[in-house]
């Protein structure tokens, strides 16, 4: 394999083994502002913002842990004949399939970052009493989307080493 495409792999890995790491983090405060909605409404006026920045903890804490969850191979696969396949066999299919999956990616990446000029364009908000800026959070999107689909090319470059018999 060239050095760039396994220069690319490693580098592209790194920084979702990074950024995975810190996104699981992201439970913790998730956890605190549904604590801190409790607690409000126990003792307090209930907050108007928790629901919403909860569910926003939440995308956040989905969408960058994506990247990392498939670097590890903890998405599920439907495994029915997959598993029985040798390792080439298996990166052969992975390499036909793996496209449908950048296609995908690709397609949700045009139209975050669409939706995000978007938003910026019209200062978009949400709806709600609340009302936050609704940038912030498609540009979060719009980082998760494209670390998988940079994390799916990496794969298919893996596969095509596994292909040559070589490893990455």
């Known amino acids: 394999m060239p050095r760039a495409a396994i220069a690319f792999v490693r580098i592209v890995e790194a920084v979702n083994l990074r950024i995975g790491r810190i996104a699981m983090y992201l439970i913790f405060v998730l956890a605190g502002v549904l604590m801190w909605s409790v607690i409000a409404k126990a003792f307090f006026r209930p907050a108007l913002w928790t629901q919403e920045m909860a569910q926003f903890t939440m995308v956040a804490y989905f969408v960058l842990g994506g990247a990392y969850s498939l670097m590890l191979g903890a998405n599920v696969r439907m495994d029915l004949l ?81 292909l040559r018999g070589e490893r990455i």
């Open 82 to 162: 997959y598993g029985r396949l040798s390792p080439k066999k298996q990166a052969a299919l992975d390499c036909v399939t793996v496209f449908a999956l950048i296609f995908f990616l690709a397609v949700m990446l045009w139209g975050g970052i669409e939706s995000t000029i978007y938003a910026f364009e019209i200062n978009e908000r949400s709806r709600t009493v609340w009302r936050p800026y609704m940038a912030p959070i498609k540009i979060v999107i719009c980082v998760g989307i494209f670390l998988m689909l940079l994390q799916s090319i990496a794969f298919l470059i893996r596969d095509i080493a596994t």
